[in-house]
């Protein structure tokens, strides 16, 4: 059993390590979620929604995004009609805590390892913006697209990122790197 451990040991502190970092940076956001009564709306997600509204105004798009009355999402108004919402998941939180979490199972240099989590972190939301405007635009002019813009093509586009980002790490400034 002892040489197993010692065999496997990279593998187990890679393991160990990420689901620490996933377990504990979901228990925060968790916190931070649950610190909003039911029908409010996160900060983070607020900032997500006027960013958008922000970047497709740049580009002249008639856009009106504000929060829902009645319930805990973002009304996306778009040629004055009420188009689609964005609720909390939408502000990818989630993909960064994978992101951040898979990084530190393969770090490197602490200074190394926080500027690239921090300029991660940055990517990914800025992705996470454009992805959500340009969403919205094609689900406008495409609705019987939903289901694929959605569920399979923008998905793909942030995780496609995130892997990006792991192979450009794991590769070039991770302990392993060399």
């Given at each position: 059993m002892k040489n197993y451990l010692v065999q496997f040991k990279p593998f187990l502190i890679f393991i160990s390590t990420f689901?620490?970092?996933y377990i504990l940076l979901t228990l925060l956001y968790k916190l931070y979620?649950?610190?909003f009564s039911t029908n409010d709306v996160d900060a983070i997600t607020m900032i997500v929604g006027k960013n958008v509204e922000q970047l497709m105004h740049v580009f002249n798009y008639n856009v009106n995004i504000h929060k829902s009355i009645a319930d805990s999402w973002l009304e996306v108004w778009y040629n004055d009609r009420y188009h689609v919402r964005i609720v909390e998941?939408?502000?990818?939180?989630?993909v960064i805590i994978l992101f951040v979490s898979f990084v530190l199972a393969f770090s490197g240099e602490f200074k190394?390892?926080?500027s690239f989590i921090l300029l991660g972190i940055l990517l990914i939301?800025?992705?996470?913006?454009v992805r959500i405007s340009i969403l919205v635009?094609?689900?406008?002019h495409f609705?019987?697209?939903?289901?694929f813009l959605h569920g399979t093509f923008f998905p793909l586009i942030i995780y496609g990122l995130v892997f990006l980002l792991w192979i450009f790490w794991v590769n070039k400034f991770s302990k392993y790197a060399k």
């Open positions: 689901f620490a970092a979620l649950n610190s998941g939408c502000n990818a939180v989630s190394t390892t926080l939301y800025i992705f996470n913006v635009v094609l689900l406008f609705p019987d697209y939903k289901h």
